[in-house]
């Protein structure tokens, strides 16, 4: 079939689906967004390609960027033709979104009723990452149901040094209750009641809580392991290969890379959902951080490294001393002189939330750092050099002498549990010691780079970070090199009115292979929704003033909220000084964040408004978007202030610096088109059905009376605006 061949019958599908689901609306922006999407996919050159001289020809890469507002009903306007197109190319479909809760609903929901409806039958799965799953053999061993495998270095051997400190500084009744937990989820495993997956708990367990049973790819042995036969994480696996459809998230999509995780991205489609996510994910996924004042984990290596080695008789093994200790003295020295230099700027911060920090200006660092970091990098280096040629031996014997699985499973994981903090700390000295090479001119990017300083009960902890701060270049050369045919879509990808915003942030400013598309909701904004721009007489940005004024202007519109309401903050001192002025009346009406896990309080909060009571929601920027209360669940929204990003993210500071050092202006050019998507997001609150008729309050007068408040404006949907004088 010619292209245009595949894209009409995709869109037929599509039609045809339309037409059969129960209670069908005509949707136009619907149907304009999947006939981009299919043409898209239909004109994307998958796979190898041949030219007639035997040599591989160029492929055609083909990316949509689809704005589509609420109520188009993108899943089902990408979903559709794509699927469409995959079952007729013989590829697969790979969706990535941002958050669990869009997993779970296209998961459970929108793929079943897509499966029921569509001529073509097709499997779906849901592909997260490793450490979602259990490790049985690290649960069996805490449970307390696994023997002690060791070669003399005991039970602990399958766990971080933290687990192994925190559980010695328990009190005995908190260590028995873990056990029991641990005990009690074993057996829930071993009885089939439980898959193995932390989100289908009843009460997903704490970070802390998780970590030391989850599943950890530096530590597994994959098949060779004796519990391989009933992992979870590979049972999930083999759903996936028979899966034509595949649902993941944007950090186990940039995480995985070339890993051979999720399809190639060569030879399936792409759909990026929550796509204004993704700049986000990118840096956080790229940046990397190394502690310089734990460092027991190296002779821990060490010793393990020299062992194992030892009984594979794995010659590479002797420099294995040398680079120990070349790295604990090296990071000692690191962080004498991190203090020596930005010890009184770090120590001044004691009082602030949250570790005090330093960014290093221009991403220079002083040169007596330099030299530290290059012996730590070639240390590093070498050592991860010596444990590639025992994981090597390791595998082989594992090959050769099946029935010792158990024991080399357990030797591989020692080395496993500690192999990745050496990576990370050889990958940080590296991106530290990036600096602009010789006769470079201003437009060279520098990482940014910053040094932390944190109290640890009794002990001081300092450590370097590096990330890089153009978003765009990073996925340029790690994504999109690599992708054939994608679609990008969110509610919010354009930014004071245009596209450019996002596609310099996601890397496909001048791609050529790039289109975009605008589908506009189907809601009547402007006579279903009312922007009341209530103005304080106070300045914002003189925060004390402004948040007492805001604060009395809020408490006296809530207590007029008949049912829903959502109450968005930018900073936790500004939420707290509002719970704190709440007139004892009303303080049984507030449900705050985080004084309940989010499902509670919104269960809460549905069954008051049921009830007909009213209800009020004081949350902050996790509030703001992907959350979905329709109709009287949320009838108002108030913005308390423009949600500009915090002033103190040492990635944004340094890109701004970046950004004058170049002649270009980082408030225009970078904070007010990100605090437009922002905006666009938190009062995207308000309206979610034809049917809803909202007010959306923001106190931050700055949005009517400033040139770029204009442009914010100009993001927002078309609501009516009334403008009220300070109360």
């Not at 056990?179 to 708990?201: C, E, I, V």
Request: with cysteine; aromatic share 6%.
């Amino acid at each position: 079939m010619s292209s245009n061949e595949w894209a009409q019958a995709a869109l037929q599908s599509f039609d045809a689906v339309v037409a059969a689901t129960p209670g069908f609306r005509s949707r136009p922006g619907q149907r304009l967004m999947a006939e981009q999407v299919a043409r898209t996919f239909s004109t994307a050159t998958l796979g190898k390609v041949d030219a007639d001289d035997g040599e591989e020809a160029a492929p055609t890469r083909s990316i949509a960027v689809i704005q589509a507002g609420t109520g188009v009903g993108k899943s089902l306007a990408y979903c559709a033709p794509a699927i469409a197109l995959a079952l007729s190319r013989g590829t697969r479909v790979l969706i990535s979104t941002a958050t669990v809760a869009l997993q779970e609903q296209l998961v459970n929901k929108d793929l079943p009723a897509l499966l029921a409806l569509m001529p073509q039958p097709f499997k779906f799965a849901l592909a997260k990452g490793r450490g979602r799953y259990v490790c049985k053999l690290k649960l069996d061993r805490l449970a307390g149901t696994g023997e002690a495998e060791g070669e003399g270095e005991g039970e602990d051997d399958l766990f971080a040094d933290e687990e192994v400190t925190a559980r010695a500084k328990r009190p005995r009744h908190e260590t028995e209750a873990r056990m029991q937990f641990y005990s009690t989820m074993a057996q829930t495993l071993s009885k089939g009641a439980w898959d193995g997956d932390r989100d289908s708990l009843d009460t997903p367990p704490e970070p802390e809580v998780w970590s030391p049973v989850a599943a950890e790819g530096a530590s597994c042995t994959g098949k060779h392991c004796p519990a391989f036969s009933q992992c979870t994480y590979y049972d999930k696996r083999k759903e996936l290969v028979g899966a034509q459809v595949i649902v993941a998230n944007h950090d186990l999509l940039l995480s995985s890379l070339g890993a051979r995780v999720l399809p190639e991205l060569d030879n399936c489609l792409l759909i990026l959902d929550e796509a204004h996510h993704l700049p986000a994910t990118a840096l956080q996924q790229f940046a990397c951080s190394m502690d310089l004042s734990r460092i027991t984990w190296i002779e821990r290596l060490s010793s393990r490294g020299l062992r194992i080695g030892a009984l594979l008789e794995v010659e590479e093994i002797a420099d294995i001393p040398r680079h120990a200790a070349q790295l604990r003295q090296t990071l000692q020295d690191l962080a004498r002189i991190v203090m020596e230099v930005y010890g009184d700027n770090l120590k001044s911060q004691r009082d602030t939330w949250g570790p005090a920090r330093v960014r290093v200006p221009r991403g220079e660092l002083p040169e007596q750092l330099i030299a530290p970091l290059g012996l730590l990098a070639a240390s590093a280096d070498g050592f991860l050099e010596a444990l590639r040629a025992i994981s090597k031996a390791l595998r082989a014997e594992m090959r050769d002498k099946p029935d010792e699985a158990k024991r080399l499973s357990t030797l591989y994981a020692q080395i496993g549990m500690l192999a990745p903090r050496l990576e990370e700390l050889h990958a940080t000295a590296q991106l530290l010691l990036q600096d602009a090479p010789q006769g470079a001119d201003r437009s060279f990017v520098p990482a940014a780079k910053w040094f932390t300083l944190e109290v640890d009960g009794d002990f001081i902890v300092v450590k370097a970070h590096a990330s890089p701060i153009l978003p765009g270049t990073t996925l340029r050369n790690h994504l999109w090199s690599a992708v054939r045919g994608a679609v990008l879509t969110s509610a919010t990808l354009t930014s004071c009115g245009n596209f450019d915003f996002f596609l310099r942030e996601a890397g496909l400013h001048g791609d050529d292979a790039a289109t975009t598309l605008e589908v506009a909701s189907p809601f009547n904004y402007a006579a279903q929704g009312t922007l009341i721009a209530a103005e304080t007489r106070a300045d914002p940005k003189n925060a004390a003033q402004f948040t007492t004024e805001m604060v009395d202007a809020l408490l006296h519109d809530i207590a007029r909220v008949e049912y829903g309401a959502l109450v968005l903050f930018t900073s936790r001192e500004q939420m707290r000084q509002a719970v704190d002025a709440l007139p004892t009346a009303m303080r049984s009406v507030v449900l705050v964040q985080n004084a309940l896990p989010r499902t509670q309080l919104l269960r809460r909060h549905r069954e008051r408004v049921d009830n007909g009571e009213p209800s009020v929601i004081f949350g902050m920027q996790s509030f703001g978007e992907g959350l979905d209360l329709p109709g009287r669940l949320c009838e108002s929204v108030f913005i308390t202030k423009l949600p500009f990003a915090p002033p103190d993210d040492p990635v944004g500071e340094a890109r701004a610096e970046w950004l004058r050092a170049v002649g270009r202006d980082p408030f225009s050019e970078l904070v007010v088109p990100a605090t437009a998507i922002r905006l666009a997001q938190w009062v995207g609150r308000a309206i979610r059905t034809e049917e809803d008729v909202a007010h959306v309050y923001c106190y931050d007068k700055r949005l009517t009376r400033t040139s770029y408040g204009q442009r914010l404006l100009k993001g927002l949907p078309p609501f009516s605006l009334e403008q009220r004088a300070p109360l």
